[in-house]
Structures are given as C-alpha cells and as structure tokens.
C-alpha cells in the first residue's frame, strides 16, 4: 500500500541551527512533493514544491531536496527562529485524471528553543 | 492576500443530526477540496471538485457525505447522519487550476464536535 512516513514525530533543536525534516514515501511515483506548515488549530499553508526532475529547491531560510532513488525528501530550515516551531507536512498527489487527490504525511512537529 | 474562509469556526451537534459546513473559496480559484483531521492525526483528503461534479474521493467518503456548491462563492460539506466518529477538523481548500504542481490554499478548518 501506498505510504507517506516523516520519521520524527517531533524534533526540538536550538535556535540558529539548522532543522532537517525527512519524508519517506512507498508505492508512490510522485512528479511533484509539496511541504506546508500547520500551526496548532490552523490550515496548512503552503511552502516549496519540488519537481521529480529537480534536486534542490531554495525559498528564503528554507531548502527542499527530492530524491526519488532514495523516495526520500529532506527540508531544511537554516538559521532556525522561534518562529518557525510548527508541524510541517509532506504532501504528495495521488489524483488520476489530472485531479489532485493530495495525501499528507503525519507531520513533524518542530521545536525551536530560544 | 485572498484567503479561503470557513463557518462557523465550531459546531457541535447531536450524533444523528445533520450539518452543513461553509466554506468561500478563493475567487478566482475553480478546484476545491475538503479534507479532514482527527485530534492528533494527519490530515486527509475527502473530496475534489470542479465543474460542479466530484473528480476524486476517498473511501472516507461515503453516502453520508455530500458537497454542492449552491452558488458562485460558497462550497458547502454536509453530513447527513453524524456519527461520533465524524468529531474532528474539517479544512476546505482551492487551488487555481488544479494540477498536481499547483499549491492548494487552506482555510482554517471548522471544528466539528459530535456528542
């Protein structure tokens, strides 16, 4: 079955360091992957998508890798800020037909610490 | 920045009631999405629509779903018979042309309680 795994349920890290969240996919041959964030009692909001053909993309203090060897994606907050503590979300479409049907991951909860 | 938003912001309802959740798109906007969230759990889709039909739909929605779009802002989730289980956020979402490399826009959800 198809899956979507982001392997830490939660990550607290220091403030000015570097966060790197992982997205695992299975029986999944996405062309794109999507990041958003979630804050608590919020939507989702929307941050980078990478396409399949595409190594890295930059956004600001954010950086995406996509590796569909591996079927893996890294996301990365450089310079972290206390702001940036949320729950931040792989998405890929699994729509048919051109319509997307979007399946999120379960999230990683990110902690910056002052 | 145009949003999408949603009412009401809670709802709390009688299990075997009916309900109808709201929602104004973004108004250019012509996909839309409704999508659910278990206290604690991930987010999951519910349904697509465009051009006033269904295009995708998840095993989680099932008879007791439906959605309309009355008219030419608001797109409506309703429920027929609630069950416990239905306690849980409902976002709705657009996205401009629909493709998978287009973002989807969230509100910020409608937190339905079931008692």
């Known amino acids: 079955s198809q899956k979507i795994e982001q392997n830490s349920e939660a990550l607290n890290i220091q403030e000015g360091k570097t966060a790197t969240l992982t997205c695992n996919y299975t029986?999944?041959?996405?062309?794109?992957l999507q990041w958003y964030r979630q804050d608590p009692g919020r939507g989702p909001v929307f941050l980078l998508l990478?396409?399949?053909?595409?190594k890295e993309k930059r956004k600001e203090r954010l950086k995406v890798t996509f590796d569909t060897t591996l079927k893996q994606s890294l996301f990365h907050i450089t310079a972290s800020q206390p702001a940036d503590s949320a729950t931040y979300l792989c998405?890929?479409?699994?729509?048919?037909?051109?319509?997307?049907?979007?399946?999120f991951g379960t999230g990683t909860k990110l902690q910056v610490i002052p | 920045e145009p949003e999408v938003t949603q009412t009401p912001s809670h709802q709390v309802t009688q299990m075997g009631q009916e309900v109808i959740l709201r929602c104004v798109p973004i108004?250019?906007?012509?996909?839309f999405y409704w999508y659910r969230q278990i206290l604690g759990q991930k987010v999951e889709f519910l349904v697509s629509?465009?051009?006033?039909?269904?295009?995708?739909k998840s095993e989680i929605f099932d008879d007791q779903f439906s959605v309309e779009r009355p008219d030419g802002s608001n797109f409506t989730l309703k429920i027929r018979s609630t069950k416990l289980e239905d306690s849980a956020m409902y976002f709705c979402?657009?996205?401009?042309?629909?493709?998978?490399?287009?973002?989807?826009?969230f509100g910020d959800g409608t937190r339905l309680s079931i008692l």
């Open positions: 990478i396409r399949e053909n595409e």
């Open positions: 998405a890929l479409d699994n729509g048919s037909g051109g319509y997307q049907k979007v399946t």
């Open positions: 108004s250019n906007h012509l996909y």
């Open positions: 979402a657009s996205s401009n042309q629909g493709r998978s490399d287009q973002p989807q826009h």
């Open positions: 029986n999944y041959s996405p062309a794109y």
């Open positions: 629509f465009y051009n006033n039909e269904i295009s995708e």
